[in-house]
């Protein structure tokens, strides 16, 4: 049986007629760039993060980039990240003129270490970018702590972790996104919250934050050509935004059918290979689904009988970014990070969608045993 790593239309179906009706409105309306749909849109995520403010954007790259610079990020500032992740994380450090600093991963969640992160701080160390790997929340107690002994900034990339939650301090349960200065989010199609096309979000608590990003997503400007900076065209599309508000009212349900089946998953391989771990203090929104194996030989090879039976399966992510041709110049090389080495040998992800049947489940685990025979 053919097994996709994503099935848009499984989550379109039951709710076609709503979409098409909001899409209608708004071509009606014609209100196509920043129509009150975005400013609604904006309302509603914000308030399910549970943060003052979200500005819509044009994809979660831009929301990456206009968050460090609208909170303070300048050339020459050195930026921490996880080396394993998008490469959209690092490209927009290097894009606003800072330096990208690799550090290493926690060997079971796959997220920033924060041993390796203060090992990384310099004088010119100004923020740290945790990225929320899967959907797995970072150990936000620990990069928080980091961050107010150093002063610095904390942008969440919760670009796979929307409605995801982190239990801060033990005695607050908040969204991923919600926790540092900013959250930025993306809503390319195979995401948690997916747009029909590119979309993206930050939220922050900050008030002068939010100013800046709502001009920095409309050419600096505040008032039609009038321009206080420079910014860029990266708004939030109207039709998008209606898509999203609809899709909004249902991801929770989403995560929660995602969990079922990642429990599923962990239910048949269990001792087969290494399953996600879900901290106590976290909810996972299992943006994938990713295990991992006891060598690289066991991984290439479940990865291939896999390929051969038609089920879908990724490698995220093949190649750590300090090993990647584009950070040459940093001078990266295998054993700097030997986490993240290890980790990127010998993990590959399974196909995740919340409709993914039983059957499925089954073809899928079934070939992941049949691979290690
Ligand atoms: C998808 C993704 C992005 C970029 O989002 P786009 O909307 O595709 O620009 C950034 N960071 C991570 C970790 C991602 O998975």
Redesign the pocket.
């Known amino acids: 049986m053919k097994v996709p790593m994503v099935d848009m239309l499984a989550g379109y179906a039951p709710i076609k007629d709503e979409i098409e009706a909001a899409v209608k409105t708004v071509f009606n309306k014609a209100n196509f760039i920043l129509g009150e749909e975005v400013t609604r849109f904006e309302k509603e995520f914000a308030a399910h993060n549970g943060t003052k403010y979200a500005v819509g954007v044009a ?6 980039r206009m968050a460090l610079i609208a909170s303070g990020v300048k050339k020459g500032d050195e930026v921490i990240t996880s080396p394993f ?2 490469i ?2 690092s490209e927009t450090i290097s894009q606003v003129g800072a330096i990208p600093v690799f550090a290493d991963i926690d060997p079971v969640t796959f997220n920033l270490d924060p041993k390796s992160v203060e090992q990384k701080i310099t004088a010119k160390t100004k923020a740290i970018v945790p ?1 929320h ?1 899967y959907g797995l929340p970072c150990d936000m107690d620990a990069i928080m702590a980091l961050a107010a002994k150093h002063n610095l900034l904390v942008i969440e ?1 919760t ?2 972790a929307f409605t995801a939650k982190y239990n801060l301090g033990g005695k607050e349960w908040k969204y991923c996104g919600s926790i540092g200065h900013c959250g ?1 989010y ?3 199609p195979a ?1 948690n919250l997916g747009a029909f096309g ?3 979000a930050v939220t922050t608590n900050d008030d002068k934050i939010y100013e800046t990003l709502k001009q920095l997503r409309n050419h600096g400007s505040k008032v039609r050509y009038h321009h206080e900076m420079e910014g860029f065209n990266s708004r939030l599309d109207t039709v998008q935004a209606a898509i999203l508000s609809i899709r909004l009212r249902h991801v929770e349900k989403w995560t929660e059918m995602r969990n079922a089946v990642a429990a599923k998953y962990a239910e048949a391989l269990q001792g087969v290979c290494v399953t996600p771990v879900v901290p106590e203090n976290a909810r996972h929104s299992f ?1 994938y689904y990713t295990l991992r194996f006891d060598s690289k030989a066991k991984r290439d090879n479940a990865q291939k009988y896999l390929t051969e039976q038609q089920i879908a399966n990724q490698i995220y992510y093949p190649i750590a970014l300090h090993l990647q041709e584009a950070y040459a110049h940093l001078g990266g090389k295998r054993g700097d990070l030997p986490v993240c080495d290890a980790v990127m040998d010998t993990v590959f992800s399974l196909p995740m969608y919340p409709e993914l049947s039983d059957e499925q489940i089954k073809t899928v685990t079934d070939a992941v045993k049949a691979s290690l025979k």
């Open positions: 994809n979660g790259t831009d929301a990456i992740t998008f959209a994380t990225v790997l990339d670009a796979q930025t993306s809503f390319f995401k590119d979309g993206g943006n």
